[in-house]
């Protein structure tokens, strides 16, 4: 299973931005998805995650700045932030849990994206 993710790049303290990461590939179903994010010689945090039936968990330093939300029929899962910080700087990455294969033969899979940088300036 692959992810894609898009919606990275530069902007300004205040400002939003949607990133969106697709996956692809042998997918029976899809469970969790998430969005994690990292900055260099820090370990990557969970910034927030959404489950197959839509509950959602946010990191306390994005609730109520972040909506996690996703699209079952395109395999795509979205991050929406606002009032965007430059603590919120750092490479954010989406996760998906799932089955791979078909009713017959499943394995389960987990996923990372390649990661898209995000950058806040002040």
């Known amino acids: 299973v692959q992810l894609v993710e898009s919606g990275g790049g530069l902007v300004q303290a205040g400002g939003s931005l949607t990133l969106s990461c697709a996956a692809s590939?042998?997918?029976?179903?899809?469970?969790?998805m998430g969005w994690y994010r990292q900055v260099p010689g820090k370990q990557r945090e969970l910034v927030a995650a959404?489950?197959?039936?839509?509950?959602?968990n946010y990191a306390d330093s994005v609730k109520g700045r972040a909506t996690i939300s996703r699209d079952n029929a395109k395999n795509t899962v979205y991050l929406q932030m606002n009032s965007l910080k430059p603590e919120d700087t750092a490479v954010y990455y989406c996760?998906?849990?799932?089955?791979?294969?078909?009713?017959?033969?499943?394995?389960?899979?987990?996923?990372w994206g390649q990661g898209t940088q995000v950058t806040v300036s002040s």
């Open positions: 959404i489950t197959s039936v839509g509950s959602t």
């Open positions: 590939g042998s997918i029976f179903s899809i469970n969790a």
């Open positions: 996760n998906v849990e799932g089955d791979s294969g078909n009713y017959h033969v499943r394995r389960l899979f987990a996923s």
